[in-house]
């Protein structure tokens, strides 16, 4: 069972249009994260959601809204895609200890080319 | 920026020998892990140190922390061919509720 699955893994559109990522965890853990790496491999974080409530929005245009339906599931809606939206992005999830966060299970990725 | 900084951006190295990385970070942490990344894949989780460990061993993998100087290293022994990938350290800064990442090593193994 894949711990961390993010669909679709590939998506290539036009500049304009409206598109969703969808992420699923069965790990049981409370905190699930959107990450984009662009093209230097830089990570950053844009959202992060413990049990449905919004912890982190890290000031990401208003065109991305993530949405937590429960716990095991983020899903990140991107309005009017601009050619600056390409990269990849990566779903979350971690457990937090006494010592902090602990490792963070990572999905596959979604490569969002937009043209 | 609590950015970290990884030092080298790129190593290549011939398979069998050590590959060393380091880390440096700006804010007091509450742990600092290390993840690999294989080309077109999702990172993965291969150690943490908490602030109050020096250092630490995983298989062949060694990691030393220095709070003092906000540093870390990830040592890699007896490299093998499967090890090329980008190693990221990434810090849990107190108060922040995230990991930052650094921009990463690109470590080539070469047979």
């Known amino acids: 069972d894949t711990a961390v699955s993010q669909t679709p893994k590939y998506l290539v559109t036009q500049m304009g249009n409206d598109k969703s990522i969808k992420c699923e965890q069965n790990?049981?853990?409370?905190?699930m994260y959107w990450y984009k790496q662009d093209s230097k491999k830089f990570l950053k974080i844009m959202f992060s959601?413990?049990?449905?409530?919004?912890?982190i929005n890290e000031t990401v245009p208003n065109r991305f809204s993530p949405k937590s339906p429960d716990k095991a599931h983020l899903n990140l809606h991107i309005n009017s895609l601009e050619l600056g939206d390409s990269a990849v992005y990566f779903c979350?999830?971690?457990?937090?200890?006494?010592?902090?966060?602990?490792?963070?299970?990572f999905g596959s990725g979604t490569r969002l080319t937009v043209v | 920026s609590q950015q970290g900084e990884e030092d080298p951006q790129a190593l290549s190295i011939q398979e069998g020998e050590n590959a060393t990385m380091n880390c440096s970070y700006k804010t007091s942490i509450n742990n600092l892990q290390w993840y690999r990344q294989n080309s077109g894949r999702g990172l993965v989780h291969l150690i943490l140190i908490r602030s109050n460990e020096r250092e630490k061993h995983s298989g062949r993998l060694r990691v030393t922390l220095d709070t003092s100087k906000k540093s870390s290293s990830l040592l890699i022994t007896a490299s093998r061919a499967a090890d090329t990938a980008s190693y990221f350290c990434?810090?849990?800064?107190?108060?922040?509720?995230?990991?930052?990442f650094g921009q990463g090593t690109r470590l080539t193994i070469n047979p």
């Open positions: 979350a999830s971690s457990q937090e200890g006494a010592a902090g966060f602990y490792g963070y299970t």
């Open positions: 990434a810090t849990d800064p107190q108060g922040a509720q995230k990991l930052v």
């Open positions: 959601y413990n049990n449905k409530e919004l912890i």
């Open positions: 790990l049981g853990h409370d905190t």
